[in-house]
T-cell receptor, first 113, second 113 residues
């Protein structure tokens, strides 16, 4: 049973470019969470999605960031016009329906030059 | 009120010793408290979790102690091994809500051989 998959694992973007991060949840999981981890910091919640719905985006910056989880395909976190402060590790986690544990992927490390 | 405070920031223990990491929270609505283990370059892995209706949970060498009145919980690693060297994060969430995890800032554990 494959775990949570994220790609790319490493992503380098120049300031002003767009970054697209993908997350495929574990089989049978319909809930996806995105978290951001800055160096030497804990993880910060960004957004919680179910298929085709954003449930909680209270941790998402108001501008430049968006997320989706379509009926088919992976969840995508999109960052437009990246700035140096967006450099971080972005993790997604998935859980099955209901109050269950969250299982994390290996993360995408975004570097903005 | 949404914070989870974790201490110490770093911890060095000899092989065979006991590692103790502490966390405190303010929001009494939190009712799920997991611990995650993260190795460099990897995603967090769920280690053990507790609900506030129990005061202690043990899984192998790992034990969570929970003090509801003090709003504190701790992770004890018995017979610590060099392979336990990692960063440990406590977290908290509210079941039935969005269940987003609020993380502590992490404890970097080093177990010397």
């Amino acid at each position: 049973n494959a775990g949570v998959m994220q790609n790319p694992r490493h992503l380098v973007r120049r300031r002003g470019q767009e970054a697209r991060l993908r997350c495929s949840p574990m089989k049978g999981h319909s809930h996806v969470y995105w978290y951001r981890q800055l160096p030497e910091e804990g993880l910060k919640f960004m957004v919680y999605l179910q298929k085709e719905n954003i449930i909680d985006e209270s941790g998402m910056p108001k501008e430049r960031f968006s997320a989706e989880f379509p009926k088919e395909g992976p969840s995508i976190l999109r960052i437009q016009q990246v700035v140096r402060g967006d450099s971080a590790a972005y993790f997604c986690a998935s859980s099955p329906a209901g109050p269950y544990e969250q299982y994390f992927g290996p993360g995408t490390r975004l570097t903005v030059t | 009120q949404q914070q989870v405070k974790q201490s110490p920031q770093s911890l060095i223990v000899q092989k065979g010793g006991i590692s103790i990491i502490n966390c405190a929270y303010e929001n009494t609505a939190f009712d799920y408290f997991p611990w995650y283990q993260q190795f460099p370059g990897k995603g967090p892995a769920l280690l053990i979790a507790i609900r506030p209706d129990v005061s202690e949970k043990k899984e192998g060498r790992f034990t969570i102690s929970f003090n509801k009145s003090a709003k504190q919980f701790s992770l004890h690693i018995m017979d610590s091994q060099p392979g336990d060297s990692a960063t440990y994060f406590c977290a908290a969430s509210i079941r039935g809500g969005s269940e987003k995890l609020v993380f502590g800032k992490g404890t970097k554990l080093t177990v010397n051989p």
